[in-house]
């Protein structure tokens, strides 16, 4: 990855942005949208800076001589962060980030995607957070509480987020929903390439508790997977694996 993707809540947060124009003012609307007060460069308590200006060289050294991180408009080789395009619905964000390569593909697949996230995934949201203690009164265990969330959402699921009347089954779901047993199941790789994965193969990867790995396995493969999920490397001879939840073992040809 060339950045880390973070949201950071702004909320009553002061946020300065130095500038004057068209540029300018869109940075001031994102940030008041986001709940931030938008304050200028005299502020002390800022800890982020946006600057939009045609020579921003003087504003920027002052700005990093007192260690604020600075987005520069237009300019991704000045910036300490990049702004992604972003897709709302209700608590659900979607942010299309190219590290500064091109503001215009990000738009162009978050707009892709807006047309593929239907309207109800919000209140879906909203009521998965307000379901949280029920949730935890079903299925007190963390992992079996996992797994009946992964089985509902996956694809053709009662909770399917690209399904736009998941969000009024949810009551039903959280009655008679029911957690997947643990599985293990083994994985040959075709080539090193990630893109060659299979969408069973990516699931896999993306629900696994623990991965145990030929160390012949590229990191763009491991990439795929949970970034919470156990990793072990997979030894000569080694035999059952004792584990209490999702096992994938994966080889390399």
């Known amino acids: 990855m060339h950045s880390l993707p973070l949201f950071h809540r702004l909320t009553d ?32 308590r800022a800890r982020i800076a946006f600057i939009a200006m045609a020579d921003p060289g003087d504003c ?30 209700g608590p659900v964000l979607v942010a299309v980030a190219t590290g500064g390569a091109s503001a215009g593909l990000a738009k162009a697949l978050r707009l892709r995607l807006e ?36 089985a509902a959402l996956a694809d053709g699921g009662m909770l399917d987020p ?10 039903q779901w959280l009655v008679h929903g029911e957690a997947e047993p643990f599985w293990h199941h083994d994985m040959m790789l075709r080539s090193d390439d990630p893109d060659d994965l299979s969408l069973r193969e990516a699931r896999w990867l993306g629900q696994a508790d623990l991965i145990v790995h030929d160390p012949a396995v590229p990191p763009a493969i491991l990439a795929r997977a949970r970034a919470d999920a156990a990793r072990s490397v997979l030894e000569a001879g080694q035999g059952a694996i004792a584990h209490s939840g999702n096992v994938l073992v994966i080889r390399r040809r």
């Open 13 to 44: 947060q002061p946020v300065m942005v130095v500038g004057e124009g068209e540029a300018a003012e869109a940075k001031r609307r994102l940030l008041e949208r986001a709940g931030a007060v938008v304050v200028g460069e005299d502020d002390p």
């Open 60 to 89: 920027l050294a002052r700005l990093k001589a007192r260690g604020l991180l600075v987005n520069v408009v237009d300019r991704p080789e000045l910036c300490d962060f990049t702004t992604p395009s972003v897709l709302e619905r």
């Open 115 to 150: 047309a593929l996230l239907p309207q109800s995934l919000g209140l879906l949201a909203q009521g998965l957070a307000d379901a949280r203690q029920r949730l935890r009164e079903k299925w007190s265990d963390g992992g079996e509480r996992r797994r009946a969330l992964d």
């Open 162 to 171: 690209l399904d736009e009347g998941s969000a009024a089954r949810l009551d």
